[in-house]
C-alpha cells in the first residue's frame, strides 16, 4: 500500500474507534451525530456524558469538535488527570472551558 493509502486508512479507523467512544461516553449520543452531520435544530444542544458531566454548546459549531477532543480522542489525558484536594487551577484557553469543568469535577 502506498503512503495516501495508510493515512486514508488511518482515518477511518479512527473516526470508527470514535463512534465507539462516543457510543460508550455520551448518554444522548445520537445527538452528538445530529450535531455532526448539522442536523440539530435549536441554537444550542446539550451533551450528557456518562460520567455525570453536561454541556450546553452551541449547534453545528466547532464545541462539538472540542467534546470529540477531550473526551473521546483524550488528547488531554483526562483520565490520568490526578489534582490533590483543593488544587486551584488556572484555565488560560481560548474556547468554552471544557477543561476547566473536568478539573473541578476531579478536585
Known amino acids: 500500500m502506498g503512503v495516501i493509502t495508510n493515512i486514508k486508512l488511518g482515518f477511518r ?3 470508527l474507534y470514535l463512534i465507539g467512544r ?3 461516553k455520551i448518554n444522548n449520543w445520537p445527538t452528538y451525530f445530529l450535531d455532526l452531520l ?3 435544530t435549536g441554537k444550542f444542544t446539550i451533551f ?3 460520567d455525570s458531566l ?4 452551541r449547534s453545528r459549531t466547532c464545541d462539538r469538535g472540542i467534546i470529540t477532543t477531550v473526551h473521546l480522542a483524550d488528547q488531554y ?3 490520568n488527570l490526578r489534582l490533590p484536594n483543593n488544587s ?5 484557553g481560548a474556547h468554552i472551558g471544557l477543561y476547566t469543568v473536568i478539573a473541578a469535577k476531579s478536585v
Open 22 to 24: 462516543a457510543i460508550r
Open 13 to 15: 479507523l479512527k473516526n
Open 38 to 40: 448539522s442536523l440539530t
Open 48 to 50: 450528557s456524558m456518562k
Open 54 to 57: 453536561k454541556y450546553l454548546v
Open 88 to 92: 486551584i487551577v488556572i484555565d488560560i
Open 77 to 79: 489525558e483526562i483520565n
